[in-house]
Structures are given as C-alpha cells and as structure tokens.
C-alpha cells in the first residue's frame, strides 16, 4: 500500500511539473512572437505613403513602429502612433513610455531647427510641446530621472517667462550689513 501511494504522489508532482513546463513553453512562444513583431515593425520601411500601425497590433509593436517612424522623420505619423497609446485616464509602462518618447521627438525637433536655422523663435513651439509632455509624464510618475533631465534640458532651451522677465530687469537686490559682536565680517557662524 505504501508502495502505490508513492508512486501516485509522484505521478501527480510529475503531471504538475509537465503542467508547468507546456504554460513555460507556450509565454516563450508568445514572446518570440511577439519580439519578432517588434523587429519588424523597426524594420519596416518607411515612405511617403506610410500608414499607421493596425490598432490590433500589440502596444509593444505599436510603440516600436512609432519609435522607428519618428527616427526616419514621419513625425506625424508617428505623432498619431504615440497618441494611440496615451490613455489620460490611466497611464500604464507603454503609455508613460511613449508619452516620454512625444516629449523627445518635438525636443530632437525643435533642438533640429534652432541649430539648422539659427532662429530659436521657430523652435520655441516645438520645445514648449516637449516640456508640456514631460510635465504630464512627471505628474503620473515623479521619480523619473529621465524625464526631469530632459525637462530641464527644455527649460534650458527656452525658459519660462517669469524667469526671462525677471532677467531682463534686472532689479538689483537689496543687500544688508549685519556686523555680530565677535565674529569677523566674511565669517560664517
């Protein structure tokens, strides 16, 4: 009796670890899948006629095509691509990425046309577009570093108003001697 309750105990853990192994095997097949989509949608060429991805297409796909159109310059195209994937109501990890991946497209865009020009006016658009993406970005997400480097970079290229007003006036600040009874002046306490 012993002898057959072991060997259907260890039936059943065999039949479970089979169980495991097929769910194991089918989540590779789906990212190989998956993965090999991706590679193709980056590798996909890119004309005039260029259309968007199906919205059927995995998000992954969907947001690997945007990335590949805004590096070949279909920018509105890959504008449409990225706002496919931008939920307002709830942002999840494709979502915020692609809303990060807007705000560095109208920034590479704008950084094109100040240097291309030499009018930072015409960029001022696109740079103030980029900002208003990270912004929204860092308001889902505050702890990404990378949207608040980029942030600055923008900032950098086109500052707010009221720090440009308070430049050009340049009101001089009111500075104040205060002398402490045994401490050299230039001292800190």
């Known amino acids: 009796m012993r002898r057959i309750t072991v060997h259907a105990v260890f039936?059943?853990?065999?039949?479970?670890?089979?169980a495991a192994a097929a769910?194991?095997?089918?989540r590779l097949e789906q990212a190989q899948r998956l993965n090999a989509a991706v590679v193709a949608a980056t590798q996909a060429p890119v004309g005039p006629g260029t259309t968007l991805p199906p919205q059927d297409a995995a998000p992954e796909v969907r947001l690997a095509r945007a990335g590949a159109l805004a590096r070949a310059g279909a920018y509105?195209?890959?504008?449409?691509?990225?706002s496919g994937l931008i939920q307002p109501t709830e942002l999840d990890v494709l979502g915020r990425q692609a809303l990060f991946n807007l705000?560095?497209?109208?920034l590479r865009q704008g950084m094109a046309l100040a240097g291309n020009s030499g009018k930072p006016d015409e960029a001022l658009p696109l740079v103030e577009l980029a900002k208003q993406r990270y912004r929204d970005l860092l308001r889902v997400s505050p702890g990404d570093?990378?949207?608040r480097y980029n942030l600055e970079?923008?900032?950098r290229m086109a500052p707010e108003e009221q720090d440009s007003v308070a430049e050009e006036t340049n009101v001089p600040v009111e500075r104040r001697r205060v002398m402490l009874r045994d401490m050299q002046p230039g001292d800190l306490p």
């Open 23 to 26: 769910v194991q095997a089918l």
């Open 103 to 106: 705000g560095n497209m109208y």
């Open 145 to 147: 570093w990378d949207a």
């Open 153 to 155: 970079r923008a900032l």
């Open 11 to 18: 039936g059943a853990l065999a039949l479970a670890c089979a």
């Open 76 to 82: 509105d195209t890959a504008f449409k691509t990225y």
